[in-house]
């Protein structure tokens, strides 16, 4: 008889968002016509930009006709799309090669697809609070996970710990779900850690957008000693709306090795294997976001996003709530009140004010306490979820 992955049974019954969006279809179902708010999954809401659908449309037309027809892309990504990736780096003092940058299909996907460049005998250290595809796809691998856990006394920064071993080390930073974001010194110090252990860091950068600060690093690869011990994963999902659209990019500087293997050629092979790359008309659409005009419409956006955070910050505030994160990040971590379990919180929150958030819990054992909310909803929902919220906590 054929045996099915295992480790398959070692998974919690089933993901978060699925999880929730469960509870929410069961609450519609029991109370039809009912408008909920939704600041759960950080799904964005406004549409691509115009220079995006521009680019789109004029792809599909170029499919249309034989003299700009496009059959199979390259598997690690079209050379133009590279390019401008690359050259959005050097914008920003980071000094790539065209072909350290691969194109993806979206950072989950890529999260879990990159997996396959470690041994299953490797162990993953997950910061927690953590985004749960993380642990979900190294325990489908049946890999060792080193839970590490933070809180708001380091800021939900820890340092990398003197007494651990880990070959992978997951960093999020601007984080999902806490919105920290590690400084320079930070960051190095886990930079020199992976160096000095031999273990390589994958750096979630889905979120890099969305940093105020002009000193925090946007990518790891603006310190030194990165090249020789990090990926980074980055995403246009949050950035310029492509959640649905589906496209993103990966780092994987020639510098880094591990016993003898060059990661770099290692994922070539793999993409050249396991996939026929991202379709021509995405790439097209993607290309179009590091033009001038692309950059100035989804700053827009990102504004957009940015000023739900504030309105959403202010009802907290008036609350008296503990809160975190927001303002170089789309998500804000609060404390539940009064002590309140966080899947408490949640069903508190959609049967009281219908409105819909994500439990803390649902992002590692110490997210128990919190509770997060995204700003990535339209601006109605989030001002009639902020004074909803407001009446309800400020009792
Ligand atoms: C989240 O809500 O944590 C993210 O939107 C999930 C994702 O990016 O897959």
């Given at each position: 008889?054929?045996?099915p992955?295992m480790?398959?049974?070692d998974?919690k019954?089933s993901?978060?968002?699925?999880?929730?969006?469960?509870?929410?279809k069961?609450?519609?179902?029991?109370?039809?016509g009912?408008?909920?708010?939704?600041?759960?999954?950080?799904?964005?809401?406004?549409?691509?930009?115009?220079?995006?659908?521009?680019?789109?449309?004029?792809?599909?037309?170029?499919?249309?006709?034989?003299?700009?027809?496009?059959g199979?892309m390259?598997?690690?990504?079209a050379?133009?799309?590279?390019?401008?990736?690359?050259?959005?780096?050097?914008?920003?003092?980071v000094?790539?090669?065209?072909?350290?940058?691969?194109?993806?299909?979206g950072?989950?996907?890529?999260?879990?697809?990159i997996?396959?460049?470690?041994?299953?005998?490797?162990s993953?250290?997950v910061?927690?609070?953590?985004?749960?595809?993380?642990?979900?796809?190294?325990?489908?691998?049946?890999?060792?996970?080193v839970?590490?856990?933070?809180g708001?006394?380091n800021?939900?920064?820890p340092?990398?710990?003197?007494?651990?071993?880990a070959d992978?080390?997951?960093?999020?930073s601007?984080?999902?779900?806490?919105?920290?974001?590690?400084?320079?010194?930070?960051?190095?110090?886990?930079?020199?850690f992976?160096?000095?252990?031999?273990?390589?860091?994958?750096?979630d950068?889905?979120?890099?957008?969305?940093?105020?600060?002009?000193?925090?690093?946007?990518?790891i690869?603006?310190?030194?000693?990165?090249?020789?011990c990090?990926?980074?994963?980055?995403?246009?999902?949050?950035?310029a709306?492509?959640?649905?659209?589906?496209?993103?990019y990966?780092?994987?500087?020639?510098?880094?090795?591990?016993?003898?293997m060059r990661?770099?050629d290692?994922?070539i092979?793999n993409?050249?294997?396991?996939?026929?790359?991202?379709?021509?008309?995405?790439?097209k659409?993607?290309?179009?976001v590091?033009?001038?005009?692309?950059q100035?419409q989804?700053?827009?956006?990102?504004?957009?996003y940015?000023?739900?955070?504030?309105?959403?910050?202010r009802a907290?505030?008036?609350?008296?709530?503990?809160y975190?994160g927001?303002?170089?990040?789309?998500?804000?971590?609060l404390?539940?009140?009064?002590g309140?379990?966080?899947?408490?919180?949640?069903?508190?929150?959609?049967?009281?004010?219908?409105?819909?958030?994500?439990?803390?819990a649902?992002?590692?054992a110490?997210?128990e306490?919190?509770?997060?909310?995204?700003?990535?909803?339209?601006?109605?929902?989030?001002?009639?979820?902020?004074?909803?919220?407001?009446?309800?906590?400020c009792r």
């Amino acid at each position: 008889m054929t045996t099915p992955n295992m480790h398959y049974a070692d998974l919690k019954d089933s993901y978060l968002f699925f999880n929730i969006a469960q509870k929410v279809k069961a609450y519609s179902g029991a109370h039809p016509g009912t408008r909920l708010l939704r600041l759960g999954i950080g799904d964005v809401t406004l549409p691509l930009c115009g220079a995006v659908i521009k680019a789109l449309h004029e792809a599909v037309d170029d499919q249309a006709r034989a003299d700009s027809f496009h059959g199979y892309m390259p598997e690690t990504g079209a050379p133009f799309l590279r390019e401008v990736i690359t050259e959005h780096y050097r914008s920003r003092g980071v000094d790539l090669s065209y072909d350290d940058v691969f194109v993806s299909s979206g950072a989950s996907d890529e999260l879990g697809d990159i997996l396959d460049l470690f041994d299953r005998s490797s162990s993953a250290l997950v910061i927690e609070p953590a985004y749960p595809a993380y642990v979900d796809a190294n325990v489908i691998a049946g890999r060792e996970i080193v839970h590490l856990a933070s809180g708001p006394d380091n800021g939900f920064l820890p340092r990398p710990p003197k007494d651990i071993k880990a070959d992978i080390i997951y960093i999020c930073s601007p984080n999902n779900p806490t919105g920290a974001v590690f400084g320079r010194d930070q960051l190095q110090e886990w930079i020199d850690f992976a160096n000095s252990s031999g273990s390589v860091i994958l750096f979630d950068a889905a979120y890099e957008a969305f940093i105020e600060d002009e000193d925090l690093p946007r990518s790891i690869f603006e310190l030194p000693g990165a090249r020789t011990c990090a990926i980074e994963i980055c995403s246009l999902s949050k950035t310029a709306g492509f959640t649905g659209t589906r496209l993103g990019y990966t780092v994987i500087p020639k510098e880094l090795e591990r016993k003898g293997m060059r990661l770099n050629d290692m994922w070539i092979r793999n993409r050249t294997t396991k996939t026929n790359g991202v379709s021509y008309i995405l790439q097209k659409g993607g290309a179009a976001v590091f033009t001038p005009e692309g950059q100035r419409q989804i700053r827009e956006n990102i504004e957009y996003y940015k000023e739900n955070a504030r309105i959403l910050m202010r009802a907290l505030d008036k609350a008296g709530i503990w809160y975190c994160g927001g303002k170089n990040a789309p998500y804000i971590w609060l404390r539940c009140p009064d002590g309140m379990g966080s899947w408490d919180l949640f069903d508190h929150l959609l049967n009281t004010i219908q409105v819909i958030g994500t439990p803390g819990a649902g992002f590692g054992a110490c997210g128990e306490g919190f509770f997060r909310f995204s700003t990535f909803g339209s601006r109605e929902d989030t001002l009639l979820a902020a004074k909803r919220l407001e009446e309800l906590l400020c009792r």
